[in-house]
């Protein structure tokens, strides 16, 4: 209990999945959080499932993608409770698995357009209201497919690499303001972006990834959120610029 207690967090791509479960944790852990996703709906519910708890949220309807979005919900939630001092950088999506050569141009822009451009816009947006704060903490999630290849899914690889370095960058960048800059790295969780590539690859996928996972199992969006904890909270407050991996043992070998 406790562990972010009168801090204010952004987490993007909240309605479902390991942005759901981060919201949920870091409300439980006293931040107040403000819940943004494209899905109202899910959305909405997360934020009824932390207020029913006693926990602070509310629902922003944000597309990472539009700039001018990004920087109106974070000035509205720092209006909101006063000060922003953790941006979870989460939304993505799985783009095309397709090898190099057949991936058309839109769907590779696509990828890029969230899974890049939207961490840098969920950045940039934060930076000044974390400074004001006197500090505050970035979580990027990248995955093992930032760190290692698995001869599918190009785009993801270079969209997560991206994250990956970003994180580091952006980390030697604000080291001096107390502004903290870390990357996460998923290995497989089972969430409703597993669970539609797996009915994509007829439940293929799912067996398949469980058997290079050296523990025998997918991960819980909870295996991820209390990472996400960590490194927004302050017993984390010597560590920016790190790259924490959370899969089970899959880049172990
Ligand atoms: N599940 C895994 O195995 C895994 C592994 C490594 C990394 N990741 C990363 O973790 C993050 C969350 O993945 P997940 O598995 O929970 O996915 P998910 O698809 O279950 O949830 C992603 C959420 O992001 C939202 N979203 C998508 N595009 C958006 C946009 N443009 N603006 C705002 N919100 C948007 C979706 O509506 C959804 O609620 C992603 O960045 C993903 O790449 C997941």
């Known amino acids: 209990m406790d562990r972010v207690k009168g801090k204010v967090a952004v987490v993007t791509g909240a309605a479902r999945g390991i942005g759901r479960a981060c919201a949920l944790r870091l409300a439980e852990e006293g931040a107040a959080v403000a819940v943004t996703d494209l899905l109202d709906d ?30 109106r919900v974070f000035n509205e939630t720092a209006d909101r409770w006063g000060r922003l001092d953790i941006i979870v950088n ?3 999506i799985a783009g095309p698995a ?12 696509k990828l890029f357009a969230v899974n ?33 290849g698995a001869a599918d899914a190009p785009a993801y690889h270079a969209a997560k690499g991206a994250v990956t370095l970003m994180s580091k960058n952006d980390a ?18 089972r969430t409703p972006m ?9 439940g293929q996928l799912i067996p398949a990834v469980t058997a ?26 010597f560590v920016t610029g790190s790259s924490l991996v959370v899969d089970g043992g899959y880049t172990a070998k």
């Open 194 to 202: 597993v669970e539609q590539a797996d009915e994509e690859f007829d």
């Open 42 to 71: 899910e959305g909405q519910g997360v934020v009824d499932e932390i207020t029913s708890n006693g926990g602070r949220a509310a629902y922003w309807k944000l597309d990472v993608c539009n700039e001018a979005a990004v920087e």
């Open 116 to 148: 890049v451009k939207g961490v840098f816009f969920g950045t940039k947006h934060a930076v000044p209201h974390l400074r004001k704060a006197g500090g505050g903490s970035i979580i990027n999630m990248s995955s093992i497919y930032g760190l290692v």
């Open 90 to 92: 989460n939304a993505g």
């Open 98 to 109: 397709e090898p190099t050569d057949k991936i058309n141009e839109a769907d590779w822009d």
């Open 172 to 189: 030697l960048l604000y080291a001096g303001e107390d502004i903290r800059v870390n990357a996460v790295h998923p290995g497989f969780i």
């Open 212 to 237: 290079k996972t050296p523990v025998g199992r997918l991960g819980d969006p909870d295996d991820i959120a209390w990472a996400v904890v960590y490194l927004a909270s302050d017993e984390s407050r």
